[in-house]
Antibody, heavy 121, light 107 residues
Framework: EVQLVESGGGLVQPGGSLRLSCAAS????????MTWVRQAPGKGLEWVAN????????YYVDSVKGRFTISRDNAENSLYLQMHSLRAEDTAVYYC??????????????WGQGSLVTVSS | DIQLTQSPSFLSAFVGDRVTITCRAS??????LAWYQQKPGKAPKLLIY???TLQSGVPSRFSGSGSGTEFTLTISSLQPEDFASYYC?????????FGGGTKVEIK
């Protein structure tokens, strides 16, 4: 069974840093792209970052470029999101998800339960 | 960036109703579109990918159609467990984007 478990969320002051982790099990992590998606309280879904299987390519939404870094450790079946210079608008539940290519299309077929990040003084 | 506009943002329906949600892209995205269902306090769940392919384990009352800039998600006969929020997502190009969501509630 595919499982994704996020950790590392919490309360942080504006300007602070936080590192989220996502532990993957039930599949060979190195075969899949991975992604982070966030959801601010009462709002919709926002894609944050994506990383290819070997970590060679990463992509970010403009609002986090230069502040967030997505990385992975395939040997540890783990995905990370290092967040710096946090702002109030980064407050959200952060989900990690597995990216799957099916034919010529891409989708997120498995999701973690989410980790809440609150940026407040 | 590709913008996705979902409509309606909210709909109220009876059990057994046929429900259609529309997602319009700001530019052509071929069939690079997925649909997700999200229940309160839970993670999203993949329903449909490649615009019309049903994810394994998803009931056949869900269907997707469309190509280019206009897409639809249809629930042929709404069931109590289908009351949730639904999101479309384009996977044609980065940054990946989601529609604003459609909340389906019981009438």
């Amino acid at each position: 069974e595919v499982q994704l478990v996020e950790s590392g969320g919490g309360l942080v002051q504006p300007g602070g840093s936080l590192r989220l982790s996502c532990a993957a099990s039930g599949f060979i992590c190195s075969r899949f792209q991975m992604t982070w998606v966030r959801q601010a309280p009462g709002k919709g879904l926002e894609w944050v970052a994506n990383i290819k299987q070997d970590g060679s390519e990463t992509y970010y939404v403009d609002s986090v470029k230069g502040r967030f870094t997505i990385s992975r450790d395939n040997a540890e079946n783990s995905l990370y999101l290092q967040m710096h210079s946090l702002r109030a608008e980064d407050t959200a539940v952060y989900y990690c998800a597995r990216g799957r290519w099916s034919g010529a299309s891409y989708c997120f077929d498995s999701w973690g339960q989410g980790s809440l990040v609150t940026v407040s003084s | 960036d590709i913008q996705l506009t979902q409509s309606p943002s909210f709909l109220s329906a009876f059990v057994g109703d046929r429900v259609t949600i529309t997602c319009r892209a700001s530019q052509g995205i071929s069939n690079y579109l997925a649909w997700y269902q999200q229940k309160p306090g839970k993670a999203p769940k993949l329903l449909i990918y490649a615009a019309s392919t049903l994810q394994s384990g998803v009931p056949s009352r869900f269907s997707g159609s469309g190509s280019g800039t206009e897409f639809t998600l249809t629930i042929s006969s709404l069931q109590p467990e289908d009351f949730a929020s639904y999101y479309c997502q384009q996977v044609n190009s980065f940054p990946l984007t989601f529609g604003g969501g459609t909340k389906v509630e019981i009438k």
